[in-house]
C-alpha cells in the first residue's frame, strides 16, 4: 500500500484534495487494527480451545486414545505447513482477498466442525480450519504492516499483535473451559461462526487492498516447502506420541528436511520464489526467526504440563483450569504495552529482549522447584514473572523480524514469523513430553514404598513435570544466549512521522 503525505502550500496549509483520503485512513485505521487482532486472536485460541474439550469429544464421537490427539494435530499439521503458501498467495492474489478467503474457510469449517457426527469428521473440519488460518494469518500481520509505516505507530500495532498472539494460547484454555461446561464442546468451534461472519462483513468494507506483485506461483518452491513443512510438524507431532527412535518419526524428518533442502535449492534459481532468500541475508532478522522458535517452544511446554499439573493433581475442573492461567494472561498483555508504548524506545530493543526472556527463564526455572505439597498459590508467582518476561520480549522479538523488509516482501517475512511459532510449539511439545515420559517412567521404578496409588502417582508426575521444566528452562536459555550475541545493536534511525496525528487512538 502507498501512504501519501498530504501536499501542503506555500503558506503550509494541507490540500483538501490530497487530506481527505488520509483523513479515512486514519478514521479507518482503528478499525482495521481491529479485525486484524480479532482474526489472530481466533487463529491462535483455536489452537489450544479444544484441549480441555479433548475428553468430551473423545466420549461423544468415539474416538480412541491415538485418535484423540489428532483432534488437535490436524489443525497444527496443515495450518503449519500451509503457511509460507499462504504468505506467497497474499503478495501475488492481494492480501485482502487472501485475507477474506482465509477467514470464510475457517468459518464454514468451524461450522461444519460443530456438526460433526463422526472422528472422520471432526478432523477434516479442523484440518481445513488449519488451511483457513494459513491463509488469513500471514496477510493479517502483512496488512498490518503497510496500515502502520511510521515506526512508533508499528511498533505499538505489534505490541497489540503480540498480545494476542500469546496471550490467544492461555485465553483459549479459559474460553474452552467456559464453554465446555456451560454449554457444549461443541460450541468451542461453533464459537468462531459470529465471530467470522462480523469479521468478513466488516472487512469486505475497511479494509485495504495491497497492491498485487507481478509474477506467479513458485509451483516447485509451494510443494516442496508445504510437504516439507508438514513432515517436520508431523515428525515432531508423532516423536511425542511414539518417540524420536520410532521408524515414523525418523522417516518424516528425513523426508522433511530432504523437501527443504530441495525448496531451498529451488528458491536459489526460482523467478519469483515463494520465500525470497534475502529474507535471511540479515544477521538479526535470522537471529530472531530462530529465537521466536526457541522461545515458543519452552512456553507451549509451560501451557501443557500446568494444564496437566492442574487437571491431574490439584483436580481442576475444566472452568478452573482455564481461570488458573489469568494472571499470566493479564500481564503479557500489560507487559506488551509497555514494551510497545515506552520500553522499546527508553531502553532499546535489544535490552528490552534479553531483560525480557531473562524474565521468562527466572518464570520458567521457578517451575522447577513445584513440589508434590504444591497448590495454586505456588504457581501465581511463576506464571506472573513468565508473562512480564514474553510480555517484554516479543514486541522487540516480532520487530526485528519485520524491521527493513521491503513491502513486497512483508508477506513473506510475515508467514515465516508464523511458521517460526508454529515449528516452536511442536518442537517443544515433542521434546519435553519425550522428557516426561522418560523422567515417569525412572519415577515409577523408585516411588517410595507405602505410598497409595493417588499418592503414587502424584509423586510420578511432579517429578516428571520437574524434569520437563527443566528442559524447557534450557529452551528459554538458548533463547538468551542467541539473543545477547547473535543480534547486534543499530544505531536508532531519526524516527520520521508520516503524519502528525497517530494511526489508531491510544
Known amino acids: 500500500m502507498t501512504v501519501s503525505t498530504p501536499q501542503r502550500s506555500q503558506t503550509g496549509r494541507v490540500s483538501r484534495r490530497t487530506a481527505a483520503p488520509r483523513a479515512r ?206 513432515a517436520l510438524v508431523y515428525g515432531f507431532v508423532h516423536a511425542a506420541t511414539s518417540g524420536w527412535s520410532d521408524a515414523e518419526t525418523i522417516g518424516s524428518f528425513a523426508v522433511g528436511l530432504v523437501l527443504l533442502a530441495a525448496f531451498v535449492r529451488t528458491e536459489l534459481h526460482a523467478e519469483a520464489p515463494i520465500t525470497p532468500l534475502r529474507l535471511f541475508a540479515d544477521r538479526n532478522r535470522s537471529s530472531s526467526y530462530v529465537a521466536r522458535l526457541l522461545l515458543v517452544a519452552g512456553m507451549m511446554g509451560m501451557f501443557f504440563f500446568l494444564t496437566q499439573f492442574l487437571r491431574g493433581v490439584l483436580g481442576y475442573s475444566d472452568l478452573k483450569t482455564g481461570f488458573a492461567f489469568v494472571p499470566l494472561t493479564m500481564m503479557v498483555f500489560t507487559a506488551s504495552q509497555l514494551s510497545a508504548r515506552y520500553l522499546v524506545e527508553l531502553v532499546g530493543a535489544h535490552r528490552l529482549m534479553i531483560i525480557g526472556i531473562s524474565f521468562s527463564t527466572l518464570g520458567m526455572l521457578w517451575l522447577t522447584q513445584l513440589a508434590e505439597g504444591s497448590g495454586y498459590l505456588s504457581l501465581v508467582g511463576p506464571l506472573l514473572v513468565f508473562g512480564l518476561g514474553n510480555g517484554l520480549a516479543f514486541v522487540p522479538l516480532t520487530t526485528a523480524a519485520l524491521d527493513g523488509v521491503e513491502p513486497r516482501d512483508a508477506g513473506a517475512a510475515s508467514g515465516l514469523v508464523n511458521v517460526m511459532q508454529q515449528l516452536g510449539g511442536s518442537l517443544g511439545l515433542a521434546v519435553l513430553v519425550t522428557v516426561f515420559g522418560t523422567a515417569s517412567k525412572s519415577a515409577a521404578a523408585h516411588t517410595p514404598v507405602g505410598l497409595s496409588p493417588a499418592e503414587a502417582a502424584r509423586h510420578v508426575y511432579v517429578v516428571a513435570a520437574d524434569r520437563s521444566f527443566w528442559a524447557a528452562t534450557i529452551f528459554l536459555a538458548g533463547t538468551l544466549l542467541l539473543v545477547s550475541f547473535a543480534i547486534r545493536t543499530r544505531p536508532r534511525p531519526p524516527v520520521v512521522e508520516v503524519a502528525p496525528e497517530p494511526a489508531f487512538a491510544e
Open 25 to 230: 485512513r486514519q478514521n479507518h485505521a482503528g478499525l482495521v487494527l481491529t479485525l486484524i487482532l480479532t482474526c489472530q486472536l481466533m487463529v491462535v485460541l483455536d489452537a489450544t480451545i479444544v484441549n480441555i474439550a479433548l475428553q468430551d469429544i473423545k466420549t461423544a464421537l468415539h474416538f480412541s486414545p491415538a485418535g484423540l490427539s489428532w483432534v488437535v494435530n490436524a489443525y497444527t499439521l496443515t495450518f503449519g505447513g500451509l503457511l509460507l503458501l499462504g504468505a506467497r498467495a497474499g503478495d501475488l492474489l492481494g492480501r485482502r482477498q487472501v485475507f477474506l478467503a482465509g477467514i470464510a474457510l475457517f468459518t464454514v469449517a468451524s461450522f461444519a466442525g460443530g456438526f460433526a457426527q463422526n472422528p472422520g469428521e471432526l478432523l477434516a473440519a479442523r484440518a481445513v480450519q488449519g488451511i483457513g488460518g494459513a491463509l488469513a494469518s500471514p496477510s493479517a500481520l502483512a496488512l498490518l504492516m503497510t496500515m502502520f509505516p511510521s515506526p512508533r505507530e508499528r511498533t505499538r500495532a505489534i505490541g497489540l499483535y503480540t498480545a494476542v498472539s500469546i496471550g490467544g494460547s492461555a485465553l483459549g484454555l479459559i474460553a474452552g473451559g467456559m464453554l465446555s461446561e456451560w454449554a457444549s464442546w461443541r460450541w468451542v468451534l461453533f464459537v468462531n461462526v459470529p465471530i467470522g461472519a462480523v469479521l468478513l462483513l466488516l472487512a469486505r468494507r475497511v479494509l485495504p487492498e495491497t497492491e498485487r506483485q507481478h509474477g506467479h506461483f513458485d509451483i516447485a518452491g509451494a510443494i516442496t516447502s508445504t510437504l516439507g513443512m508438514t
